[in-house]
């Protein structure tokens, strides 16, 4: 296991023993502190330089089903005790709540892995304004047409953090965090546009070059140019796989518990039933050395395990915490705080056979706005991409909304390509739905 920052495992050491002397027999904790830094250059000088260290301790406490909870950004031994007895003192006047509580003993991560997601950066301020700088002024190069900048960042960040509670469990990791990003604006003519790009990863060596970030920037904004409306139309459409990813996640939100013990999901009592096409299958992967969505356990302390959620288009297993569980009469997924490396089974096509195969229809590159509701399925998003014929790009397409059914979309799912996003919790490639409602001229 890697070595835990000494302040952190103090924090819960310190408040165990304050539990332990109020005679406080179910309580739960956290301890957690982040460093690090982040620049950005703009059109060739330093726009910003941020430092920040962050610290932060939470409590729950439960007393006869009664739920209480506190939380301090003070490490202090004063402010450990204060916050420990402000939450006990909320568990005492709180309503009960037969479902609150611990999370089952037996389902606690006595032994978890470690998922290789610590890798500081030994990189200076100076230095990374300098990498900042240099992918700024080579996208801006890449293109007679690129005209200004909203300028180049780089990020960097460390973090640890302790979880334990009074059934004995203790488990930390440590988390680092690097980032490069690059965004420009193009004009042509009486139109501007602009577009970015990044690259994330837990170790620097994993990052996606300057040059080929720079690259991407310069080529993303420069192919929106000429972007036009299209014609109130019904058709085939592809989110390209940065932005398939809010297509699962909405997935996601509705096989959660909290949005089905709350009956706000369009897939209640879908367990068993077919949502997506036979060849579809949705799964977790929560110990990927080095992923971005890697976890140990989960925020109640649980065991995180790999698991299906579609087997073959069917509803296999929903996203639970121990609390939702219990609410639902079941067992714990060991989700809580979320889905670990979650990921859609992919067909062995690329984003370019995939537009072949949808051969008229619309790319879609951005979204914009909230119209996706949990609740009913509906979906309306503002959009832009690319309107494609005979499997190639014509043009791009702006000012436009995508409209259909979530229920719909997702049994319309015709092919996913192997063009996998692997930059969040969520990993898919691009997705082509056999039809949507587009409303533009």
Same mark, same amino acid.
């Given at each position: ?26 309580? !739960? ?16 000088? =330093? ?32 402010? %450990? ?95 680092? !965090? ?43 904004? =420069? ?13 085939? =459409? %592809? ?15 509705? &096989? ?10 369009? @897939? ?6 077919? %949502? ?5 299958? =949705? ?27 579609? !087997? ?50 619309? @790319? ?61 919790? &969520?990993?898919?490639?691009? %997705? @082509? ?9």
């Amino acid at each position: 296991m890697p070595h835990i920052d000494i302040d952190a495992r103090q924090v819960v050491d310190i408040a165990l023993q304050k539990l332990k002397s109020l005679r406080i027999d179910a309580a !739960e904790l956290s301890a957690n502190r982040s460093s690090g830094f982040s620049v950005t250059a703009r059109l060739g000088d =330093v726009e910003t330089t941020e430092h920040h260290l962050e610290k932060n301790f939470g409590v729950t406490v439960f007393h006869k089903q009664s739920t209480g909870s506190a939380s301090s950004s003070d490490f202090s031994l004063a402010s %450990i005790s204060a916050t420990i007895e402000k939450a006990a003192a909320i568990a005492r006047f709180s309503n009960a709540d037969p479902y609150a509580g611990l999370a089952d003993p037996d389902r606690l991560a006595k032994n978890y892995p470690d998922c290789d997601l610590y890798h500081p950066w030994d990189i200076s301020p100076a230095d990374a304004i300098q990498l900042a700088m240099t992918c700024e002024k080579k996208a801006v190069a890449a293109d007679a047409r690129i005209i200004n900048s909203e300028g180049a960042s780089v990020s960097t960040t460390i973090s640890n953090g302790v979880y334990a509670n009074t059934l004995g469990f203790v488990g930390h990791y440590l988390l680092s !965090e690097h980032a490069l990003s690059c965004s420009v604006v193009a004009r042509d003519q009486d139109q501007m546009q602009r577009d970015d790009e990044y690259t994330i990863a837990r170790n620097a060596k994993d990052l996606t070059s300057v040059d080929e970030i720079a690259k991407r920037a310069a080529e993303k904004t =420069v192919m929106r140019l000429g972007a036009r409306r299209i014609k109130t139309q019904s058709c085939p =459409v %592809i989110f390209n796989a940065p932005i398939a990813k809010s297509l699962l996640g909405a997935f996601v939100q509705a &096989i959660s518990g909290g949005s089905l013990y709350r009956q706000s999901s369009f @897939l209640l009592n879908a367990m068993g039933k077919q %949502i997506f096409p036979s060849f579809v299958n =949705v799964n977790q992967q929560p110990h990927l050395l080095s992923a971005m969505g890697s976890r140990p356990f989960d925020h109640d302390g649980v065991a995180t395990v790999d698991q299906h959620y579609i !087997e073959e288009g069917v509803l296999s297993r929903y996203v639970l915490s121990s609390y939702s569980a219990r609410k639902l009469g079941l067992k714990t997924t060991g989700n809580a705080g979320g889905v670990f490396n979650l990921s859609i089974q992919h067909a062995d096509v690329t984003l370019h056979e995939l537009m072949q195969e949808m051969g008229t229809g619309l @790319l879609v590159t951005e979204l914009m706005g909230q119209g996706t509701n949990i609740v009913t399925g509906d979906y309306s998003r503002g959009a832009a991409g690319f309107w494609i014929e005979q499997g190639k790009i014509q043009f791009p397409v702006e000012e436009i909304t995508i409209a259909g059914n979530l229920k719909n979309m997702f049994a319309g799912i015709v092919s996913i390509a192997n063009d996998v996003d692997m930059r969040s919790a &969520i990993r898919t490639g691009s %997705i @082509l739905i056999d039809r949507m409602m587009i409303a533009g001229e």
